[in-house]
């Protein structure tokens, strides 16, 4: 089993950037895919972004065509940590944004496929 815990939220202006990192315990991370998802007031929850340590040991990533150019999810095995790095942003990015884990090497975009999620970090991107 494994806990998410995502930092690095805050308000920032449009055009800043932000990093978010998620802080995942237990032995097995590496064998996790992991993913981004943000949910804005009133709005469903909606994919962000997912990396996984594929077995060739290449890392593979998928990105939500409103954040591709901009945003870039990078992971680091070795301390068990996942984080998003938010460049050019804008207030539609504003949102409650959520890590999420999932067992095995798959790149999903669907959030029921996702076992274990963190309390969420929020952004504020002012105009």
């Known amino acids: 089993q494994v806990q998410p815990v995502e930092s690095g939220g805050g308000l920032v202006q449009a055009g800043g950037s932000l990093r978010l990192s998620c802080a995942v315990s237990g032995r097995t991370f590496s064998s996790y895919a992991m993913a981004w998802f943000r949910q804005a007031p009133g709005k469903e929850r909606e994919f962000v972004a997912t990396?996984?340590?594929?077995?060739?040991?290449?890392?593979?990533?998928d990105y939500a065509d409103s954040v591709k150019g901009r945003f870039t999810i990078s992971r680091d095995n070795a301390k068990n940590t996942v984080y998003l790095q938010m460049n050019s942003l804008k207030p539609e990015d504003t949102a409650l944004y959520y890590c999420a884990a999932l067992y095995g090497q798959g790149l999903k975009r669907d959030a029921r496929e996702y076992t274990y999620w963190g309390q969420g970090t929020q952004v504020t991107v002012s105009s």
């Open positions: 990396i996984r340590w594929g077995a060739d040991r290449v890392y593979y990533a």
